[in-house]
T-cell receptor, first 110, second 114 residues
Framework: RKEVEQDPGPFNVPEGATVAFNCTYS??????FFWYRQDCRKEPKLLMS???SGNEDGRFTAQLNRASQYISLLIRDSKLSDSATYLC???????????FGKGTMLLVSP | NAGVTQTPKFQVLKTGQSMTLQCAQD?????MYWYRQDPGMGLRLIYY???????DKGEVPNGYNVSRLNKREFSLRLESAAPSQTSVYFC?????????????FGSGTRLTVV
């Protein structure tokens, strides 16, 4: 089983829609979690960290379920500019590196 | 506010040629990383340097060497390029060990080996 797994998509949604991505991780020792966004032919950029209590940043909400070992990202009121690949990222306790999922592609259409 | 700077942005090599990819960060970060990204494979760690003076292998180190020249700079060398090393290479840096801080990435080097 891969350490971080995501549905590759693409998710095709109209503007204004709500869309949710899930990500599962295999190592229960994982301690830090992030969502990154990567635009086509660009570098990944940190979208938000994911905290145990869940956290929100504008239209974006991230949730962590440690018992089931999954992370989610909810995007409300989708914009054309949200079209990108969303990478789920985890860090294992005691390790100094991050492990990236392969990403979920989102396409928002007019 | 440059962040992480990678050079070159594009490169074409012939099989067997060597080259060095340069990376520099101006955020006083302790840790630096080299990843490669291939279609369908996601980001894979090649080498990393948790702090100045240390380097460690990642998931796919074969065919590469690295040098942490100082706190700012971390270079990646291909001694004898192979077509399998055609990829997009990203350098990243992190304030700490990456665990709680996340990474800042450079804009990438697109390398083609023919």
């Amino acid at each position: 089983r891969k350490e971080v797994e995501q549905d590759p998509g693409p998710f095709n949604v109209p503007e204004g829609a709500t869309v949710a991505f899930n990500c599962t991780y295999s190592n229960s020792a994982s301690q830090s979690f992030f969502w990154y966004r990567q635009d086509c032919r660009k570098e990944p950029k940190l979208l938000m960290s994911v905290y145990s209590s869940g956290n929100e940043d504008g239209r974006f909400t991230a949730q962590l379920n440690r018992a089931s070992q999954y992370i989610s990202l909810l995007i409300r009121d989708s914009k054309l500019s949200d079209s990108a690949t969303y990478l789920c990222v985890v860090n294992r306790r005691g390790y100094s590196t991050l492990t990236f999922g392969k990403g979920t592609m989102l396409l928002v259409s007019p | 506010n440059a962040g992480v700077t990678q050079t070159p942005k594009f490169q074409v090599l012939k099989t067997g040629q060597s080259m060095t990819l340069q990376c520099a960060q101006d955020m006083n970060h302790n840790s630096m990383y080299w990843y490669r990204q291939d279609p369908g494979m996601g980001l894979r760690l090649i080498y990393y340097s948790a702090s100045e003076g240390t380097t460690d292998k990642g998931e796919v180190p074969n065919g590469y060497n690295v040098s942490r020249l100082n706190k700012r700079e971390f270079s990646l060398r291909l001694e004898s390029a192979a077509p399998s090393q055609t990829s997009v290479y990203f350098c990243a840096s992190s304030e700490g060990g990456g665990g709680g801080y996340g990474y800042t990435f450079g804009s990438g080097t697109r390398l083609t080996v023919v």
